[in-house]
């Protein structure tokens, strides 16, 4: 259809659809959220709560200021110990996923072995590793790489075995090489499944950092919130779960970004977007 | 007279599974002759896909011998052009990308084949959407485009693996008209797998009618009638050669006589 002859009425349909559309999307979310802290912030005040047992949003975010500081450091230590976990889980989970899928020996062989520590609760072996790596960066490290590591795994392995076996044949008809067939159709194919899994992930790396913290140490957000804790300093300690949960969504929505850039074709990145010709 | 272009002699194919053996495909023989287009009719699980894809030599036959053009058919060829019930496009590429990925995993020069595959897609009526991804596509469009991409490297036969089966029923009559129109430009030789008794007439030379498993032949039929044969003028002939076909299956307790 010619743009000139979609008719005026539908345009400003459209235009006002999409303005309304952005109301909701961005403006209802933080009219909830405001409503949520104001009733918070009322009911604090009328029922006469004590702070340490419940502070109200204002306590929280004035403590944040005064604090800002130590929050910020703190922060830096659990990033990175979070960071760095994850990305050992990618770097050895994706191409561990992409061994399991190539080779049927390999994957009767590891996949037993993985099904037993995917069930093991990851958390509970962190006072192992403060026994063997002591209160360092380590035992946090590995922590958040155990339990970023199966979601990684097992969701990039689904995605490699995802491919119909219609497209292998048609990749066969063309003569293509197993390096052809696993670069140019199998791993593009794989990306959907293994970006959600990477986004699973990364709300875990940073649970995983935090309890790594619990069990022993000097510093980061889960010593921070520890320390608050035992001192108690509630509005420090929701301070601290703030930092956290702001530090979790940070990395979430970087890879929802990474997966919207790389995999712009992906049913769940594209939802909302109509696409719709009919059938010719 | 010169050799038919493709030949099955005594085809057998048994599948073995954990706890069983399926006897796929049993004693088939038959010919294509070149810029013939075959069709195979035959109810669901007679292994008339199996006999497309050990032709194209993606499955094994356990039994007979294949060959296309005088060689043996004994690994996965690509002389060919497939086209799939499903399209199968790469989803993270263009129209025009899907149809040229045949010219780049081949490792053909793609400027070359270029200006063939945009005419191809003009063809069955894609000149615009060369730049759209299949998200953006209906059925019916991606699977002409799956056409495209069956063709643009000009191979000498034509393998369709049941290519309406997932269309709607408007929609598998126009593919089907742009298929015979593509088809009798270049004459290839073609092979096609259906269940429908008159896209199989309306298309075919001949007309291979298969039992239920394990696949036999049961009959095959010559189609005489004139090209281009279309939906909206068909003649006495045509319900003639459906109707005989219909009664083949009937005798095969395939479709029910009431």
């Known amino acids: ?262 995999i712009p074709w992906h049913i769940t990145v594209r939802s909302g977007k109509e696409q719709e010709f009919g059938t010719m | 007279m010169t050799e038919p272009y493709i030949q099955l002699k005594n085809v057998d194919k048994i599948y073995l599974t954990k706890t069983d053996a399926i006897e796929a495909v049993r004693d088939v023989t038959f010919d294509i002759n070149e810029s013939e287009l075959v069709a195979i009719v035959g109810p669901s699980g007679c292994g008339k896909t199996t006999i497309l894809k050990m032709v194209a030599g993606l499955v094994s036959h356990t039994g007979g011998t294949i060959t296309i053009g005088g060689k043996i058919v004994d690994r996965p060829q690509t002389d060919l052009g497939i086209i799939f019930q499903d399209a199968v496009l790469l989803d993270w590429q263009d129209v025009l990308s899907n149809v040229l990925i045949q010219i780049n995993i081949r490792g053909m020069d793609q400027s070359e084949y270029e200006q063939k595959a945009r005419e191809l897609l003009k063809d069955v009526g894609l000149d615009g959407f060369e730049t759209k991804k299949p998200y953006e596509l209906s059925g019916g469009m991606k699977q002409r485009v799956s056409i495209c991409r069956a063709l643009v490297h000009e191979p000498p036969l034509l393998l369709m693996d049941e290519p309406f089966g997932s269309l709607d029923a408007l929609t598998r009559e126009q593919i089907s008209m742009d298929i015979q129109r593509l088809w009798m430009e270049e004459r290839k030789t073609a092979l096609l797998i259906t269940h429908s008794i008159p896209e199989a007439v309306l298309l075919a030379d001949r007309v291979i009618i298969m039992s239920p498993r394990p696949g036999r032949i049961v009959d095959i039929k010559k189609i005489d009638l004139p090209r281009p044969r279309r939906w909206d003028s068909l003649d006495m002939k045509f319900n003639e050669y459906t109707g005989e076909i219909r009664k083949v299956f009937q005798q095969q307790g395939v479709l029910a006589l009431r």
Do not use: C
């Open chain 1, 1 to 262: 259809m010619d743009k000139e002859t979609i008719p005026q009425e539908l345009l400003d349909q459209r235009k006002s659809d999409k303005f309304n559309e952005l109301l909701r999307k961005r403006l209802l979310p933080v009219i909830g959220i405001t409503i949520f802290l104001v009733i918070w912030e009322v009911a604090v005040r009328i029922l006469e709560l004590p702070s340490y047992l419940l502070p109200t949003p204002s306590e929280i975010a004035i403590t944040m200021v005064e604090r800002f500081h130590d929050l910020l450091q703190n922060s830096w230590v659990t990033a990175y110990e979070m960071l760095l976990g994850y990305f050992l889980a990618i770097a050895i989970g994706v191409p561990l996923a992409i061994t399991i899928t190539a080779s049927k020996t390999f994957d009767n062989f590891i996949t037993p072995i993985l099904l037993f520590f995917q069930t093991v609760p990851k958390i509970s072996l962190a006072p192992l590793f403060l026994v063997w790596f002591g209160v360092g960066t380590m035992p946090k490290v590995l922590v958040a790489f155990l339990i970023s590591f199966f979601p990684i795994v097992i969701d990039t392995a689904v995605g490699l075995r995802s491919i119909s076996p219609d497209m292998i044949d048609l990749a066969k008809s063309m003569g293509a090489t197993k390096q052809q067939i696993f670069t140019r159709f199998r791993l593009p194919t794989s990306l959907p499944y293994m970006f959600s899994g990477l986004k699973v992930a990364s709300t875990l790396a940073v649970v995983g950092a935090v309890v790594g913290e619990f069990v022993g140490a000097d510093k980061g957000l889960g010593y921070m919130l520890l320390v608050a804790n035992s001192n108690l300093q509630t509005a420090l300690m929701f301070g601290t779960i703030v930092a956290l949960t702001v530090q979790g969504l940070i990395l979430f929505y970087i890879i929802q970004f990474l997966e919207t850039m790389l």
